[in-house]
């Protein structure tokens, strides 16, 4: 029998599974009228997705049915409520295998794609599909039919003319399966039209991380790789995977100024849109501070700056920048300036790059950022100590964030106070601009520098000088040319004493 196109051979239109992230990943939705293969273990969230692509349909007013056999109605119907989801308009068929039906002896059905005698569990599919005249139909889950049939080559059958018996009756079929079987099978694979596999991750500490990926997909283009998705109230949230190449570029660029004059006069006049600096230093050496001039700086022109937190609780900055005579409290009230904390244990790297998408791109009414920080690169590191190819999926983010305009602060904590540093990770490469801070001793105490190292595009001073945080906020000093040794902590003085600004000899 043919299948359900138009005349012209023009494609249908693609259905949508309720899920924004998938659709955005499949290129749209699934190709209708088409067999799909849905795998995971267990607790992967495979009824979940299968749950959202019947009540997508149900909301578009088509007749859906849920065939389960290994769920009881009630089990179904109780998932439901903690997703705050009605199942009404999903006909849940509730076909659990009875112990006979286990029973070597009462399986008997072995069947052609076009025979007549078929087992009592598909039989009872059918007749439900013929009642109803479904659009979109999940069976769950492969494995008990499996079971039923006994012998690889019986199921592999029963799969056959399952799938030729949905061939022309304009309906979208979703097989779960949970992957219980000893061997992957490959075979179920090949008579699918799409195969999508989800996969639970258990890192060693924090929760459970979860990803999915479109194995096969016929006919359609597709986001190919690893997907990040969560499972929370309301279904799956995917997050697809960020490919920087697809967005526009061209965006504003111009410079961004910090409005402290020799500030801006040690980076040749700012930074440009659309580029990215690192800032990196020992702990407390001033580049978070720093950060928050240039957000302030922003807020105060009209544009917004986005910082995602992973070392610092909110309370903790607005102690400090208020102790600095910084304040953010009007703009955090006007919404030019958010602090995002970023809880470490829970987030997975889909999961970010979304959050800092949003914000680029604007959210609940919001223009788009401007500017955004990340501090610290260190805490996006350690929050997924056993993720793999982290610098590259950050390199993508950068080239994303530059394509839109943005600004990007990423602060670097090396180890060490004094004399050798160690950085765990070299994220220079990858940056347009560095401004090193470093400690060192004078005239017997601690002081604070800072020179720019690295600078792509345009100009910028070679010199060193020395940064100091007071009441009246940042103050960056004249060129230390006094001093030779800086940057390695341990100087040797040359000049007179009030080379050094704040001395006590000034």
Known sequence: ???????????????????????????????PNRLYLVEGSPGSGKTTLAMNCLLKGVRLGEKVI????????????????????????????DLVATEADLEPENQNSMFQPSEVELGVTTKAIL?????????????????????????????????????????????????????????????????????????????EYGAERRRLRITKLRGQK?????????????????F????????????????LRSDNTELDKLLGGGLQHG???????????????????????????????????FDERIETVLERTDGLGMSLAEYLESGLITIKPVDTAELSPGEFAHLVRRAAEGEAGRPGARVIVIDSLNGYLNAMPEERFLTAQLHELLTYLG?????????????????QMDTPVDTTYLADTVILFRYFEAMGEVRQALSVVKKRSGRHERTIRELSLSEGGIKVGEPLRDFHGVLGGTPTYRGPDAAISGSKHE
Not at 175 to 188: A, G, I, K
Not at 240 to 255: I, S, Y
């Open 66 to 93: 849920y065939v389960t056999l290994s769920e009881t109605k009630a089990e179904l119907v109780a998932v439901g409520k903690s997703h705050g989801w009605s199942l009404d308009g999903v006909d849940v068929v």
């Open 127 to 203: 007749s439900e599909v013929e009642r109803l005249k479904p659009t979109r139909v999940v069976i769950d889950s492969l494995s008990e039919m499996r079971l039923l049939a006994q012998s690889a080559l019986r199921y592999r059958r029963q799969v056959l003319a399952l799938k030729q018996y949905f061939i022309g009756r304009a309906c979208t079929v979703f097989l779960l399966d949970d992957l219980t079987s000893e061997t992957e099978d490959l075979q179920l694979q090949s008579i699918a039209h799409g195969v999508v596999s989800l996969e639970q991750l258990s890192p």
């Open 403 to 419: 394509h839109k305009g943005v600004v990007t602060f990423l602060l670097v904590a090396q180890h060490g106070l004094i004399g």
């Open 240 to 255: 697809p995977r960020l490919v920087a190449g697809e967005h526009a570029r061209g965006q504003k660029r111009g410079l």
């Open 1 to 31: 029998m043919p299948d359900h196109e138009t005349a012209d051979d023009t494609p249908p239109p693609l259905i949508a599974t309720g899920i924004p992230g998938l659709d955005d990943v499949l290129g749209g939705g699934f190709t």
């Open 222 to 238: 597709y986001r190919g790789g690893n997907h990040d998705f969560v499972i929370q109230r309301g279904g799956l949230d995917v």
């Open 275 to 309: 580029t990215s600096a690192v800032l990196i230093g020992p702990a407390g050496s001033g580049k978070s501070t720093l950060a928050i001039q240039y957000a302030r700086a922003a807020a105060g022109r009209g544009e917004r700056t986005v910082i995602f937190a």
